[in-house]
């Protein structure tokens, strides 16, 4: 038998091609739905729910795992309980400081829904998740989000779907430098009374998210299913008896208030036996299911608009046969009734004090008809019992009758897998589900990508995380002036490179305003440098480097040099130079290699021995000139200032003694020959400051009037150049 290979992800190189999936809640299990993806330094949480089993601390997903800070953006798929109860707590409780998204139904239901949960939560002060004034202050901070429109949040595209279920439920298409992932939270895929089921997006994800709560079990038709409810519900009624159905106050409860509503308006027999509907939260909310008739499906909006063109103007969400109990204070209990209770669990609340109530009387029945989470009574009692214990700890006899219908709006497993086909992900992630139903829906969609290398399923546990590699090419548009022209190969496109977010574009300099939103700005550079030499040296070095030095004249008439069209030079003072350019990178490095010629020209050995040389114009008598012999005559003095009486003159330069060694100093070529190397080092270092002491840059002003008259005089040499060739 072979054995079975484990599921290895290959990691990249860089580690910003990673994403990484955690659940920091319902990972192989149906409660405190939380999950949190981190793709390029962007982190995205989804949905903050709490775990219908336990209550106070212990109802949270594992939220000291992971820190709730990096997180920019929070979704939340739709207002029940496991998925949005401790928002309140992240927001206000924790340092969370992301911003929060859900539909605009969500959010309308949203604060009644927690309120009731914090007045009904059975846990002391000590493990009160958090209090009134934390749900209103969280509420403010929630931005909505209408179906079918984009929002990008620091480089996240966020995109909300249809996902039925209930009312204002949303997948989300996410999608974080081109990776693209599907979060289905809770959907349904079957058409009802009033719900639109949820769509197929119309892009392809890389990533799809997706709940596996019924496993690879089948629902009942829903026809069947509701004939099955309204026969039972007549049945018990017919004996007598007393129907209860445990609902969520708000959901699928909406659905079962239609049906019951439908099938009372055909049967005039039963309109003697009253329908409650026990919850003061759905009361108040069912204004909510009122106003938003237009986010329902086709169903319920022509009824609505039927009723408005007959006058009755009758909103489908007001009831005639059906009444709210506000208490059970108000509740006649006598003869046979319905009773829609919340919570849906059987925790506590009036559907558990009428479970216990009734529970004794074989007359009477309990419908269960959504999802049972492990723990609870409704999964409890679905095992029928003989007894069952009481909130106050007393067991009582169970002899009613129980029976579990499957309205919950999730897909079952054949639906579910026809969607994921047809999302048509290469990693599928299964969250929300317990072991046993997750693990039979992997198997079975492994078995249908069997021999299928590029998709992935995945089913990871709370707080294990989940790697990704996603390699993606780097793409940049060309936009504005530079795309009026097709590119050809060969030719080097040239222009500044724009990346926004994720996205990156290369435009013209002249069009960063129009498409990028940027401001231009040219700086020019100035640089001060203090320089002693004289305009011949300076000319020397510069053109020893860079070629031709083109000469100018300045505004003030003073000559200044232009150093390959992108350096000037000019003498603002005496002993002065100041060094000007437009900053770019280019500019910059030709700056720096000036700037550097110009504080070595004076100490460079060239530079004697070009002042050793004649110049070829002719100088006025005005001239500050120093001549060879003078120079020469300066260098002697400093050395025999530093050296004393040691020093003699040869005719080469000079010999110096120091004790018993000598150092014989060549002026011609400033070369110091000597056997002991300490002296001629000591030597060598004083001839080199005598040079630079005694070249001065000779009141550079002062040869202003020489320099405009010789670039004149190239400037006539350069047209009868031009004369000769024409």
């Known amino acids: 038998m072979s054995k079975r290979k484990a599921e290895t992800v290959e990691i990249p190189v860089d580690p910003s091609d990673v994403l990484e999936f955690t659940n920091l809640g319902a990972g192989n299990e149906v409660g405190r739905s939380c999950h949190i993806i981190q793709f390029k330094d962007k982190t995205v949480m989804l949905d903050a729910g709490v775990h219908p089993a336990y209550t106070g601390l212990a109802a949270l997903p594992f939220y000291d795992e992971f820190d709730l800070s990096t997180v920019d953006v929070l979704l939340i798929s739709h207002f029940h309980l496991d998925h949005a109860a ?61 179906y079918h429109s984009t929002v990008i949040v620091d480089g996240i595209k966020i995109t909300p779907y249809h996902a039925g279920h209930v009312l204002g439920a949303a997948m989300f298409f996410i999608e974080i430098a081109g990776v693209k992932i599907l979060f289905t939270g809770d959907y349904s895929r079957e058409e009802d009374r009033h719900l639109n089921v949820a769509e197929v997006p119309p892009e392809k994800p890389d990533i799809m998210i997706t709940e596996s709560t019924y496993g690879t079990a089948a629902h009942q038709p829903r026809e069947e299913k509701e004939n099955r409810l309204t026969h039972l519900i007549h049945s018990t009624l017919r004996r007598g008896g007393r129907a ?76 005639k046969h059906i009444q709210s109990l506000r208490s059970l204070e108000r509740f006649e209990d006598v003869g046979p009734c319905v009773m829609l209770a ?27 008809t959504g999802y049972s989470v492990e723990g609870t009574m409704a999964k409890h009692i679905l095992n029928e019992p003989p007894e069952i214990q009481s909130l106050s700890g007393q067991a009582l006899p169970r002899r009613m009758q129980v029976e579990e219908l499957s309205f919950a709006a999730h897909v079952d497993g054949r639906q579910n897998q026809e969607f994921i086909h047809a999302i048509g992900a290469r990693h599928i992630i299964l969250v929300h589900g317990e072991q046993n139903n997750m693990g039979r829906l992997k198997s079975n969609l492994m078995s249908h990508y069997k021999g299928n290398d590029q998709v992935k399923i995945y089913n990871p546990r709370n707080c294990e995380p989940l790697q990704l590699p996603f390699r993606s090419d780097k793409i940049a548009k060309t936009i504005g002036s530079l795309a009026t022209k097709p590119p050809a190969n060969g030719v080097i496109l040239s222009g500044v490179l724009v990346q926004k977010d994720f996205g ?32 011949s040296l300076l000319v020397f070095h510069l053109e020893q480097m860079f070629g031709a030095v083109r000469k100018e004249l300045d505004e003030e008439k003073r000559p200044m040099f232009k150093v390959m069209d992108t350096v000037t030079i000019r003498c603002v003072e005496e002993y002065e130079l100041e060094i000007e350019w437009v900053g770019n990178v280019m500019n910059d490095s030709i700056a720096d290699a000036v700037l550097a010629i110009l504080l070595g020209v004076e100490s460079s050995p060239a530079s004697v021995k070009l002042t050793n040389q004649s110049c070829s114009h002719s100088h006025s008598p005005s001239h500050a000139h120093v001549t060879p012999a003078l120079r020469l005559e300066r260098i002697l003095m400093f050395l025999e200032a530093q050296f004393g009486g040691g020093l003699t003159s040869t005719d080469a330069g000079c010999d110096i003694m120091v004790d018993d060694h000598k150092a014989s100093v060549d002026l011609e070529t400033l070369e110091v020959e000597c056997g002991f190397e300490p002296l001629r080092s000591r030597v060598r270092a004083v001839l080199e400051r005598a040079v630079g002491t005694v070249a001065p840059f000779a009141r550079f002003a002062e040869e202003s009037d020489g320099d405009e008259e010789e670039v004149k005089q190239e400037e006539e040499e350069v047209k009868e150049e031009e004369g000769d060739t024409g």
């Open 86 to 146: 401790s928002l309140p707590y992240v927001m206000q409780k924790t340092n969370f400081r992301g911003r929060v998204f859900m539909t605009h139904p969500t959010k309308a239901i949203y604060k009644w829904l927690l309120s009731d949960f914090v007045r009904v939560s059975n846990v002391g002060p000590d493990d009160q998740l958090y209090e009134e004034k934390d749900l209103l202050a969280s509420y403010e901070k929630i931005e909505t989000i209408d």
């Open 244 to 319: 209860l159905l445990p609902v969520f106050a708000l959901g699928r409860a909406q659905e079962l208030l239609l049906i019951l509503e439908e099938y009372w308006t055909n049967h005039p027999e039963l309109h003697s036996v009253p329908i409650y509907y026990a919850s003061s939260l759905a009361r108040k909310c069912m204004a909510v299911y009122q106003t938003y008739i237009n986010m329902m499906n086709d169903n319920i909006r022509r009824k609505f608009r039927e009723g408005q063109e007959k006058g009755e103007g009758r909103n489908p969400f007001i009831f």
């Open 342 to 368: 919340s919570p849906g669990m059987l925790q506590n609340g009036v559907s558990r004090e009428l479970l216990e109530r009734w529970c004794p009387d074989p007359r009477n029945s309990l419908l269960v």
């Open 504 to 535: 990156m574009s290369v435009m013209a300099a002249e069009d960063l305003r129009e498409f990028s939103g940027l401001v231009t700005s040219i700086v020019v550079e100035k640089q001060r440098v203090r320089f002693g030499a004289g305009v």
